[in-house]
């Protein structure tokens, strides 16, 4: 067997202290050999494998086929060369560092192979200890990926940015943004410097009151504070300072970047008649442009309507084709689902961010967020108002994964390479048969006939997968 020295070379931390390695039987020294990696070879002077001990999952990629054949012959044209390196170095030196290896599988498909080489002390034979490096691989593809997700965002903003300033530029109406802590004018295109800087400079930094002559700063400060305070701003004629031109000024207020702002509009008087709309049309109006999907069913849950953007998300062609059919024909549980959905609604109210999937009219099925309230007056029949949000669950940017979830895939991630596949997978099996029932109880409200048939368990099943993992606080009356 190594002696002791060929362990204290392979370590880069400290060595063993008192030599005890050397009274290790020769079973022992194989099993410790044989459990260090996924595939342990042995090679002789001539690089041939005349021994090997290798993983199951190794085992199903062919690894006992490279008994006996050169190690050089049965890895990628690319790879050959570290193969002669890690044998001349292990010779030479004792060690090696790790290398990357593509090692051909039984297909002649290559496996990506982290090894390590030592001087086994006799003959010219040298022990290549290999851990399989795929799961590194596949991270590093998806760390790829969401950069690419972001980059493709990151662009994506930035066109959407570009066109709001070209828009903003070239508008031939007034508009000026003011800091809503400050009121003064952090903002104005080349409209409203044109109309500001008849009675003074640049209107930069100047308080938004003041560009208005002294019998009308009291109006203009009072369209800020009624847009602050209400949704609806009035529209306010007041006149430039020095200028002596009526305009129509109108106030919105938005946020950005943490901050308030107000976008004003200004357009001189007569210029252009700015009717009072329905409110009701107004709201309609608002609805139809919503980028999230609304529907509105009646107390049965039969769609009533639903906006362009609910449209989009169900691949529907019209309005018509979705009025009077049921909610449950969309969502993807059926029946189970509605009746959670609407009976929450029904028991509080409103319910925010309810996770389910929408099935489309071709049959794809989308991963989606319900808020819902329900109505109830005494004019009308009671009705329910949803609203959908598609939640892009397999890219890296659409929402914020569960803290217990991402603690556990990193400590799991931690493992790779200390312990065997087989104890990752165990693990990693009870993990996510408990996240599961963890979250079918959190979406049935604790309610357990539900979520076993959520989870397609019968209620003996749940029961006993709960007192396995101490989920649920049973008592011995509940099995």
Not at 11 to 26: I, N, T, V, Y
Not at 310 to 332: K, T, V
Not at 367 to 386: M, R, T
């Amino acid at each position: 067997m190594p002696n002791a020295q060929v362990f204290n070379d392979v370590s880069e931390h400290m060595p063993f202290q008192r030599g005890l390695l050397g009274a290790l039987s020769l079973d022992v020294a194989q099993k410790v050999l044989a459990a260090s990696g996924d595939v342990t070879m042995v090679i002789d002077a001539d690089g041939r494998i005349c021994d090997i001990a290798a993983s199951a999952d190794m085992a199903r990629e062919g690894a006992e086929q490279w008994l006996d054949q050169r190690w050089s012959d049965i890895v990628s044209d690319d790879s050959r060369h570290k193969v002669d390196e890690l044998l001349s170095d292990a010779l030479s030196k004792g060690r090696t560092r790790w290398r990357e290896i593509n090692q051909m599988s039984a297909d002649k498909d290559p496996i990506a192979i982290r090894y390590v080489a030592v001087d086994a002390g006799r003959h010219g034979h040298v022990i290549a200890i290999g851990r399989d490096d795929r799961a590194s691989a596949a991270m590093q593809q998806r760390l790829l990926e969401a950069q690419q997700v972001m980059e493709r965002d990151y662009a994506k903003l930035r066109d959407v940015e570009f066109r709001y300033r070209l828009l903003f530029q070239m508008s031939g109406e007034a508009v000026i943004i003011v800091d809503a802590s400050t009121r003064r004018i952090v903002e104005a295109n080349p409209a409203a410097e044109r109309l500001l800087g008849k009675a003074h400079g640049s209107p930069f930094g100047e308080s938004f009151a003041r560009v208005f002559d002294e019998a009308s700063q009291d109006d203009a400060a009072r369209l800020l504070t009624t847009a602050q305070t209400s949704n609806r701003a009035p529209n306010n004629g007041v006149t430039l300072q020095c200028v002596g031109q009526d305009v129509v000024a109108t106030a919105s207020i938005f946020r950005q970047e943490r901050t308030t702002q107000f976008l004003v509009r200004l357009v001189p008087a007569g210029s252009i008649e700015v009717p009072e709309p329905d409110s009701d049309r107004r709201l309609q109006d608002v609805l139809e442009r919503l980028p999230d999907a609304f529907v509105m069913t009646d107390g049965d849950a039969r769609i009533l309507t639903v906006n362009s953007a609910f449209l989009d998300l169900a691949r529907i062609g019209s309005p018509a084709q979705a009025e009077g059919q049921l909610l449950n024909s969309f969502l993807g549980r059926a029946g189970l689902e509605r009746d959670i959905l609407i009976d929450n609604i029904r028991a509080h109210g409103s319910i925010r961010n309810f996770s389910t999937t929408l099935r489309t009219q071709l049959g794809e099925i989308e991963d989606v967020e319900i808020s819902g309230v329900f109505v109830e007056s005494d004019n009308a029949p009671p009705c329910y108002g949803l609203t959908i949000r598609a939640v892009r669950r397999a890219s890296p940017t659409p929402g914020v994964p569960r803290a217990g979830l991402s603690r556990s895939v990193e400590q799991l991630s931690e493992l790779v390479g200390r312990v065997t596949l087989k104890e990752l997978v165990r693990e990693s099996t009870d993990l996510v048969e408990r996240l599961c029932i963890e979250a079918a109880l959190e979406l049935t409200r604790n309610n357990r006939a539900s979520a076993a048939e959520i989870l397609g368990l019968s209620r003996q099943g749940l029961y006993s997968k709960l007192h396995k993992f101490g989920l649920g606080n049973l008592s011995s009356d509940d099995t």
